[in-house]
């Protein structure tokens, strides 16, 4: 009773085509696919942004660098 038998997915099927057509499913499975596509181009995208943001900043040569100790010692 839990299970659905051929005779229930075909049923299933035949709605499925009555409503959306023939020409539809594909349609809509193309556009799918592009937006899944598209999803995963964004994800790469904030991954190279991610990679860069973590770099190390760069100092210029006339900067000095305070360690915590000397500017715990100047206050």
């Known amino acids: 009773m839990g299970s659905f038998s051929i005779w229930h997915w075909l049923?299933?099927?035949v709605i499925v085509l009555l409503v959306f057509?023939?020409?539809?499913?594909?349609e809509l499975m193309g556009d799918m696919a592009k937006g899944i596509k598209s999803f995963k181009k964004g994800?790469?995208?904030?991954?190279?942004?991610?990679v860069d943001a973590s770099r190390t900043v760069e100092h210029r040569a006339?900067?000095?660098?305070?360690?915590?100790?000397e500017k715990a010692s100047k206050s």
């Not at 057509?21 to 594909?26: A, M, V």
């Not at 006339?62 to 100790?69: C, G, L, Y």
């Open 62 to 69: 006339d900067e000095t660098v305070t360690t915590a100790k």
């Open 11 to 13: 049923i299933v099927l």
């Open 21 to 26: 057509g023939r020409g539809k499913i594909p």
């Open 43 to 50: 994800m790469a995208d904030d991954d190279e942004e991610t």
